[in-house]
């Protein structure tokens, strides 16, 4: 009988503001565990969060196998330990962060009331067996997000934006304040082609769904049947990827503890589409490619669903891309979606007008429609090769306006 | 039993939870599982700011609470201090659910037989358009104890159960999702639902076969109940939480108690000591729950609270200041929230329409100025009867004019028990509540 040990080790410290004040200071350090043994047919999972004492929780793990999960796969070796911290905050170094944002917030942008937190997180995920499995990732990030509400707004809040960074440069902070707060008040009117600027997670749900190798094979995906076609444009190739160039607290690692080489793995090609994601299970039952996919499960046996996706980014700036025009990008745009046909609609509360680097005016509200196959095939710009407005990855896509 | 440091305000929140989830994909179980996670939050307020620790070990709560207290700066009137002036103190043990009805006492087999009982019912893998199917159980069951230094001590608990079976339907390589979930404080009443599951599957896959897609545009709209709570919550709940306007003139100004918002016939009331998912016997600052009457006949009568919010705008407590868990500081929550019902019928409001859209259920909303609801069945109505499925993205209104457009409030109220409402990053399990309302105005795209 073979034993694994997965933990989570979370560690907070956090400054909230309210009306643009200094008001509670956070800490927070929890230790997840999830002690499992493997009699070659079925899993005992055992979850703990806290003290406890590892003989006991392995015990209770293999009383769990009378549960009778099944998991009949080989467990994984080797050894890597990747540690992207890259520098430490004492409590009064966060404490002093926070009080040079709020002074700064409140010198240069007085008609503006903000809310929101400055915290230190710092996140390890570690795998171990008794077979020699000894993987573990950890990262640490200084993260400020601001929620901001000018003091004429009839609303509850107009708009936020956030910015993480592993080694801390308060002028990027203050750069991305500026962009979002100095032009707020200026309105300006719809410009006549539509093209949003947005960090692209939030696109990239339904297209997570799809990619689910299970779904694929049961037909429910909208990609069902269609490996080997070109569902997409020439320019949008989609990877799970984890390298240190791309993660951000993600392990390099999946909840079987599955390394993949690279540290990447390609699902669409310069818009074909080469394969849906599958832990092994999935694969085994489906007969599809193993791709790593496993979802770290601290109660049970593993899930398929782990996927860092990443659109692989141009070789040209987002300036270049857009060749002069005009971008639209979203601040709020609560509700809505995708449905189940890969059409896209949402409305719009915030948004500003922006060149590609810096935003010209505020947008009256309006809603946006577009398609999935539209939006990553035709429609789609690209990803820039540079981080403007939001300090991350951005798409380039046409859109419609709608109702 | 604590030593509380002189010179501050402190409490302590010990939450020990236990639950259990049992989920079945296509047959296969995928999730048989039991956790048990015990925890506390310690908070420190010097009159200026707050320090705040959380911690799995209650042994060291002692501890952790004088580390905190050494951040902070004390303040020999801090009895005096506004918000802490505010804090309620009762000595008081609430437990609802450890007889006979405590769900911790329901055993693997008893959840294993519930699910498979209504799998067995309600499943037909011979429905050739379905592809996929989920059915799950879960449960919790939560003490929480509250101390403060103040001299409260409350020990309350609470629980939840509930079931879903949902269906996968795939008709032209389209996939539509729909079904049923059940959620309580009785596990007993979790039984013999199983023709209203099947009554939601069959809906779903004609809505599946037969749904056509809306022409954007400006319709009127009636809401089936469970779709009125979640317009009640979004539209105006969200509005109704103080926190949002502290130190705000313009807000202050427009939600002026006394001001018209909305039609003479609409009334939306809060209560957290009702029996539904939103139930709390104190909240997590230890305030008992009141009934709070948010609009009464179209007029603004009040608003929801947590100390600091009822101490700066001079308000009365609530009892809404709520943590999703041991993890998290208590922020304005609302608890159970509904419409007041009028006395037409259903059938005489849908009687009413001569062209307009029924929203039948919806999966999720959002709360701002402009609110929104992502329906997942929809009906036309035709004069006055309704006609082809819908199928519609999402429907908008704004808090400013849509409580005006309501005309009509119907006699059929229901409690939703599933909600779950997200804000700030946490969720919190919530009940929306109303009747059949009919709207002469939403955006639907």
């Not at chain 1, 009699?39 to 055992?46: I, K, L, R, S, T």
């Not at chain 1, 240190?244 to 599955?258: A, I, N």
């Not at chain 2, 309501?406 to 929306?432: H, L, R, W, Y």
Request: proline share 3%.
């Amino acid at each position: 009988m073979e034993r694994e040990l997965i933990t989570s080790r979370y560690l907070y410290r956090s400054v909230k503001i309210k009306e643009t004040k200094i008001n509670t200071f956070s800490k927070d350090e929890r230790t997840d565990r999830s002690f499992r043994v493997y009699d070659g047919e079925y899993a005992g999972v055992q979850f703990v969060q806290g003290m406890a004492d590892e003989e006991e929780q392995f015990a209770k793990a293999a009383e769990n196998l009378s549960l009778k999960r099944p998991y009949k796969f080989a467990l994984e070796t080797g050894t890597r330990h990747r540690d992207k911290t890259e520098r430490g905050y004492t409590d009064r170094e966060l404490m002093d962060i926070a009080h040079e944002a709020v002074e700064y917030l409140k010198t240069h942008h007085p008609d503006f009331i903000i809310s929101g937190e400055i915290y230190v997180s710092t996140s390890t995920k570690a795998i171990k067996n008794t077979l020699g499995l000894d993987l573990s990732n950890t990262d640490s990030t200084l993260d400020i997000e601001i929620a901001f509400k000018h003091k004429d707004s009839k609303d509850i809040d107009d708009g936020w934006f956030s910015i993480g960074q592993r080694d801390f440069d308060f002028k990027k902070f203050t750069d991305m304040a500026d962009n979002y707060l100095t032009n707020f008040t200026n309105r300006v009117e719809l410009p006549e082609e539509l093209i949003i600027q947005e960090q692209y997670y939030g696109y990239l749900g339904k297209l997570n769904e799809c990619l689910n190798a299970e779904n694929m094979a049961l037909g429910t995906s909208l990609l069902s049947g269609r490996i080997g076609e070109k569902v997409f444009a020439d320019g949008f190739t989609l990877t799970h990827d984890v390298s240190d160039k791309e993660t951000w607290f993600t392990p390099f690692f999946d909840g079987e503890g599955v390394v993949q080489p690279n540290d990447r793995r390609v699902f669409i090609e310069n818009g074909v589409l080469l394969s849906g994601y599958a832990d092994k299970y999935t694969a085994d039952k489906y007969g599809v490619p193993h791709t790593g996919s496993a979802g770290i499960n601290m109660t049970d046996i593993p899930y398929n669903g782990y996927v860092n996706l990443r659109i692989e980014r141009s070789e040209k700036t987002v300036k270049e891309l857009l060749d002069g025009r005009l971008t639209v990008v979203p601040i709020i745009a609560a509700g809505g979606g995708f449905n189940d046909k890969g059409e896209y609609v949402t409305p719009i509360q915030t948004a500003m007008l922006c060149d590609g680097e810096r935003f010209i005016g505020r947008l009256p509200e309006f809603a946006i429609k577009g398609n999935m196959f539209d939006m990553f095939g035709r429609d789609f710009i690209g990803v820039g090769s540079d981080d403007p407005v939001f300090n991350d990855k951005q798409i380039l896509m046409r859109m419609q306006y709608s109702k | 039993m604590y030593v509380f440091p002189k010179g501050l305000y402190a409490d302590i929140r010990i939450e020990h939870s236990k639950t259990a989830a049992y989920t079945v994909q296509n047959g296969e179980v995928k999730q048989n599982s039991e956790t048990s996670v015990t925890g506390a939050m310690i908070r420190v307020y010097d009159g200026k700011m707050w320090y705040t620790g959380v911690t799995n070990d209650t042994d060291k709560i002692q501890e952790e609470l004088d580390g905190l207290a050494a951040l902070a700066e004390p303040d020999p009137d801090i009895e005096n201090v506004p918000v802490v002036k505010m804090f309620e103190v009762h000595k008081d043990k609430v437990l609802r659910f450890d007889g006979d009805n405590d769900v911790r006492k329901i055993t693997r087999k008893q959840r294993e037989e519930l699910l498979q009982g209504y799998i067995s019912a309600c499943v037909d893998e011979d429905i050739p358009e379905l592809k996929q199917w989920y059915a799950g159980y879960s449960q919790a069951h939560i003490i929480k104890e509250f101390y403060s230094s103040k001299g409260a001590e409350i020990v309350q608990d609470y629980q939840q159960c509930g079931f879903w079976v949902w269906f996968d339907f795939v008709v032209n390589d389209i996939k539509t999702s729909g079904g049923r979930s059940f959620r309580g404080m009785d596990f007993d009443k979790l039984f013999g639902h199983e023709q209203e599951v099947i009554e939601r599957r069959d809906r779903y896959l004609d809505f599946a076969k037969n749904a056509v897609d809306v022409t954007p545009g400006d319709y009127v709209c009636v809401l089936a109940p469970a779709v009125t709570g979640m317009f009640t919550h979004e539209s105006f709940g969200h509005k109704s939480e103080a926190d949002f306007m502290l130190n705000d003139k313009t807000l202050q100004d427009e939600w002026v108690m006394g001001k018209k918002v909305g039609s003479d016939l609409v009334s939306i009331c809060d209560s957290g000591d009702m029996l539904h998912r939103g139930y709390i016997a104190y909240d997590d600052e230890g305030t008992a729950p009141r009934e709070t009457w948010l609009i009464k006949n179209g007029v603004l009568t009040g608003r929801l609270h947590d100390a600091n919010s009822a101490a700066t705008l001079g308000e009365e407590l609530t009892g809404n200041a709520r943590a999703q868990d041991f993890g998290y500081l208590p922020m304005v929550r609302m608890t159970n929230t509904y419409m007041e019902p009028g006395d037409i019928s259903h059938e005489e409001i849908i009687a009413g329409v001569d062209d307009g859209i029924y929203v039948y259920n919806v999966n999720y909303g959002t709360g701002q100025g402009t609110f929104t609801m992502q329906p997942n069945c929809c009906y036309r109505i035709r004069n006055g009867r309704l006609a082809e499925p819908l199928r519609v993205n999402v429907v908008t209104g704004s808090v400013f004019r849509t409580l005006f457009d309501i005309d009509a409030v119907g006699n059929d109220m229901e409690f939703c028990d599933t909600s779950t409402c997200g804000k700030n990053g946490q969720s919190m399990p919530v009940s929306d509540a109303g009747p059949t309302i009919r709207v002469r105005k939403l955006t639907i795209n």
